[in-house]
């Protein structure tokens, strides 16, 4: 499986931005996805996801309300649209994904095999 995301950008305080996520190599069906980012000196954190099954989301508290994952299982990809966008919500995001992991492993990184390579969001303020 390879993951391929695209969509970053700069953009103002505010603003918005919709990230995609395209896999290659197998159908996504049966598999969790999700969005991480990584801003500078800082560690990699859970942005949003799908359970394996579609039926589940999976949003971190800081971006509740205000981003929103979705899926297109005909197309094989993942997408994140992010609305008020923040300083603070500058980073580089990454997509993910994995057919054996388990609820209570959705936000950690280090459980899914695959992971793409980042597009780079910027907002100024």
């Known amino acids: 499986v390879q993951l391929q995301a695209s969509g970053g950008g700069l953009v103002q305080a505010g603003g918005s931005l919709r990230l995609s996520c395209a896999a290659s190599?197998?159908?996504?069906?049966?598999?969790?996805m999700a969005w991480f980012r990584q801003a500078p000196g800082k560690e990699r954190e859970f942005v949003a996801g799908?359970?394996?099954?579609?039926?589940?989301?999976y949003y971190a508290d800081s971006v509740k309300n205000r981003f929103t994952i979705s899926r297109d299982n005909a197309e094989n990809t993942l997408y994140l649209q992010m609305n008020s966008l923040k300083p603070e919500d500058t980073a580089v995001y990454y997509c993910?994904?994995?057919?054996?992991?388990?609820?209570?492993?959705?936000?950690?990184?280090?459980?899914?095999?695959?992971r793409g390579q980042g597009t780079q969001v910027t907002v100024s303020s």
């Open positions: 993910t994904a994995d057919n054996r992991i388990i609820t209570s492993q959705y936000r950690n990184w280090i459980q899914y095999d695959y």
């Open positions: 190599g197998r159908t996504m069906r049966g598999y969790a």
């Open positions: 799908f359970s394996r099954n579609g039926g589940s989301t």
